[in-house]
């Protein structure tokens, strides 16, 4: 299928986003019965990318095709295909199967970033990048390894606030269905919804013995990425969630509403915010730092790709960027341009570590894949895959306001350290 669409760069962790794929036999048996299904079903014309242009295949297969869809292979499917026909309990949605096809062989990259995208998984992917949705108003996060899905965020005034949901909580069912049972981008196609329709939430709360469950109305949430606040007479608090596309004008909003209010001294809060769109980050560098390079890209041909600050509106305050272990991909480019320009201080602790990139392309049927082809390395030249970036002063989180009470900046252990090494500035 041809791409019609080339959609920007992700340095995006997808909630730890996230992002492997489902962990059950879907995807395994959906590649091999699904290739049946196509050639068994249909006589379905399929196009696949090469350097040369698009390669269609007809009845004689070339030496590039022969590993996927050999005559043994072929053989194999159709047994299995005929076994599933006539022994399978229940019916079969061969649409299902052919997707399968798709989710399969991205998911043969052993690759958990690398993901196709049925229509309906598209467009719910794409909601993050606008902002606009019907869902609950909480950020999910997602460990690749176990696959346990965290409630990493909750927005004020959002149907998760109102119904007790609070961050930190484990999801484990989403409906009827396990929460670690399949990756992110899919787990929250099943949360959002109509409006006015709920849906049942199973979470796991530290502290208490038995798990908690929330019927949660759906409703229209405009999803503020960034907020903002003075903490003292001339230190400013921004906090940004994620890397969306409304995020960089929110930003610059955040920092002339705070520097009316006074501030000489800004606080930029990254924890738990797992990245985003690569040119949403790098605009807000742009607004922060003096011309040169604040990040580059390479693609396993060696090609380089520099991404820019020109250097015509950067500030010149004392600043601290918060970090922890959920700050990720565009999170960790932003901290660590910020490091190599010897431009603020990063106080927390050890960041995520992903250090590649992803490009989405959207198909003529509305499906898209998207495909890691490249890594990032900060100006300096660091390639942070597996490894993050080290806090100039490591400080573990430690709160002192009770939980049942909003949150209060100023009994946050990071952020008064923050506020200790600005005053010293």
Known sequence: ME?????????NNDQKNDQKKNGSSRYVQGFFTGIAAMFLVSLLVVLIGSKAGFIQLGHSRSSAESVLLSDETINKIDWLYAKIQAQYYEDIDENALVDGIYHGLLDGLGDPYSVYYTQEEYENMMISTTGNYYGIGAVLS?????????????????????????????LVKVDEIEASSMELTQLVT?????????????????????????DVERAQVDIPTVSSKMLTEDVGYIEVAEFSEKTPEQFEQAIAELQSAGMKKMIIDLRDNGGGLLESCRQMLDDILPEGVVVYTEDKYGERNDYYSDGSSHLEIPLVVLINGNSASASEIFAGAIRDYDYGTLIGTTTFGKGIVQNVEQLRDGSAIKLTIAKYFTPNGDYIHGVGIDPHLEVEYEYTGEDDEPYDEMKDSQVLKAIEVLSGN
């Open 142 to 170: 997602q460990d690749p390894d176990t696959m346990n899905v965290t409630i990493s965020h909750i927005y004020d005034n959002t149907p998760a606030k109102k119904a007790g949901l609070k961050s930190g909580d484990t």
């Open 190 to 214: 099943h949360i959002r919804g109509e409006e006015g329709t709920t849906v049942h939430l199973v979470v796991y709360r530290k502290g208490d013995k038995d798990y908690l469950e929330f």
């Open 3 to 11: 791409p019609i669409e080339q959609q920007q760069l992700y340095i």
